[in-house]
């Protein structure tokens, strides 16, 4: 039984990353008798313009009460076992929280990461942010950490060139309690959707050409769920802003997800959590083979793997045309999220962190 602090980009319940890296295995914390507390860098009213243009001078009194949180709980760490890091303790500056909390506090790290974070890749709403964000810092925290939780193996090989404890912890899908229910095949009209923020709409972009292509002789609606309207030339687009209450209804509204991405370390840290999302809800996932996508999605059995223009027409046409193929594929999906990218499946994993 440990007690543990997080110290946590943004609020609970709101990003990606930590709802699906460690919010979710916090029940299974409590349980296995293990207590813990969670600090967010950022605060709710400073998260929610983050990614808006402007508001400079709300953002920089929100990332300064935040510095001021992470001052203020180093004269609480003699109350835990382990402090937990996701990503980094600040947005901004270099590592001074993480060389107080590992060699002058004597505090266990476990570092958690699931991005490419050592490289630059910050959005442009947030440039002045971006010339302060000290991306080599990620090197010294995974040396002073006790041990490193990465999302796939290539985050995994970096990590290793620091420090020796380093577990893969992938990201990975509440299919007990959150992603329920298996896609009907046979809903019209057939649909293509894409989910993701609009940070990340550059990747849909490269698809468009295809999409378009294909919808010369197949009818087909494309679905995107983002936090941002995009701009995207397609006959038959349908928005749906993303809803965290809603998040799942509106996934079951695609028969096929597509993941595309460009062939770069960037993109090789990803931990595929597009393709989580729609394998676990029996959507076939078509996907770049790039990075961690190699072995989420098995060629053929649950999804497809297209590595050129004429490759995914291939394979999205397919799709569009073969109900049946769409109903196999994903059940085999759904059935290889549960055994292998599951909460469930994961927990032992999780838990070993804390050892």
């Not at 929100?62 to 709980?73: D, E, K, W």
């Not at 760490?77 to 002058?104: M, Q, T």
Request: glycine residues 6%.
């Amino acid at each position: 039984m440990s007690r543990i602090l997080f110290l946590v980009p943004y609020p609970l319940h709101n990003a990606p990353s930590q709802r699906f890296r460690f919010e979710q295995y916090f029940d299974i914390l409590r349980q296995r008798g293990h207590q813990y507390t969670v600090q967010s860098f950022l605060d709710e009213a400073t998260w929610n313009i983050l990614y808006l243009p402007g508001f400079t001078l709300k953002k920089f009194r929100g990332i300064l009460a935040g510095f001021t949180r992470r001052f203020l709980v180093l004269f609480r760490l003699s109350n835990y076992d382990f402090v937990f890091i996701h990503r980094e303790a600040s947005p901004v500056g270099p590592p001074v929280f993480e060389w107080l909390i590992a060699k002058f506090f004597r505090k266990k790290i476990i570092f958690d990461f699931d991005d490419a974070i050592w490289l630059p890749n910050t959005s442009g709403e947030n440039k002045i942010a971006a010339s302060l964000k000290w991306h080599s810092k990620t090197g010294s925290i995974c040396r002073w950490a006790y041990r490193c939780s990465c999302g796939n193996d290539f985050l995994a090989a970096y990590a290793r060139k620091f420090n020796k404890n380093v577990v893969v912890n992938p990201t990975t899908i509440d299919t007990q309690h959150h992603h329920k229910g298996l896609k009907n095949q046979a809903e019209l009209p057939v649909k293509i959707g894409w989910t993701g923020t609009h940070t990340t709409l550059k990747y849909l972009e490269l698809l468009m050409p295809v999409l378009r292509k294909i919808n010369e002789n197949l009818s087909f609606t494309l679905v995107v769920i983002s936090n941002k309207k995009p701009e995207l030339d397609f006959p038959a687009l349908e928005y749906v802003p993303w809803n965290k209450s809603t998040e799942i209804d509106d996934l079951l509204r695609f028969h096929i997800g597509v993941m595309p991405l460009t062939d770069d370390d960037w993109s090789r840290g990803k931990c595929g959590f597009k393709a989580l999302q729609y394998m676990s809800l029996g959507i076939p996932a078509v996907v770049s083979p790039v990075g961690v996508n190699n072995k989420i999605v098995d060629h053929g059995i649950n999804g497809f793997l297209c590595d050129s223009p004429e490759e995914w027409e291939v394979a999205l046409k397919r799709l569009l045309t073969d109900t049946a193929l769409r109903q196999m594929m994903g059940r085999a999906a759904q059935l290889k999220i549960e055994q292998c990218y599951s909460v469930q499946s994961n927990a032992r994993n999780f838990l070993s962190l804390f050892e």
